[in-house]
């Protein structure tokens, strides 16, 4: 042989008929190795990223349960004590009714029914006025209770899961 002939590599036929060189080979080879494992690792870090996206949301979510939880837990305490409230009002008012006409029917002349309206009239007027405005800072109150829970909760969670 002479030395053209020995320094060229033996080449074998593709499929198509053309001329495959051992580089060729190798180096499709190592390609084909190297492409599935950059696959490999890219799907790899997405999936990482997805379970911890979904681990940061699960928290996310099962905090703003809790908050949800304490702040009904307050909206039902406030609706009671708001609703107990209601309740000793119209008693005491009830009582001043029939304390009222209990006071007319005792009522000996027209002047002492008079004076017994005006007196009751003025008190349950002041009794009316001092009795709204317990219930509207119980309200307030209820719902400041209420809110606290929600109001940095939410901040929070959406700094937690971002």
């Known amino acids: 042989m ?3 002939t020995a320094a060229t590599p033996t080449s074998e036929a593709g499929p198509s008929g ?3 060189t051992p580089e060729f080979q ?8 190297e492409a599935p494992a950059a696959f490999r690792e890219l799907a790899e870090k997405g ?9 940061k949301m699960k ?3 099962e905090e703003a349960g809790s ?9 039902t305490k406030g609706a009671t004590d ?3 409230k209601l309740i000793e009002t119209a008693r005491a008012n009830t009582n001043a009714t029939f304390d009222y006409v209990a006071g007319l029917m005792a009522a000996k002349s027209p002047s002492e029914v008079i004076e017994l309206s005006t007196a009751h009239a003025r008190k349950q007027f002041e009794s009316v006025t001092a009795q709204m405005h317990d219930l509207t800072g119980l ?7 209420t809110a606290e829970p929600l109001k940095g909760g939410f901040d929070r969670l959406v700094r937690k899961a971002s």
């Not at 908050?67 to 909206?75: D, T």
């Open 2 to 4: 002479d030395e053209t």
């Open 18 to 20: 053309t001329l495959v």
């Open 26 to 33: 190798k180096t499709f080879a190592s390609m084909a190795t």
């Open 47 to 55: 999936l990482s990223r997805a379970k911890d996206s979904y681990e």
């Open 59 to 61: 928290s996310a979510a």
């Open 67 to 75: 908050l949800l939880e304490a702040s009904s837990s307050c909206a």
């Open 82 to 84: 708001y609703g107990l």
């Open 139 to 145: 309200a307030q109150k209820v719902m400041t209770e």
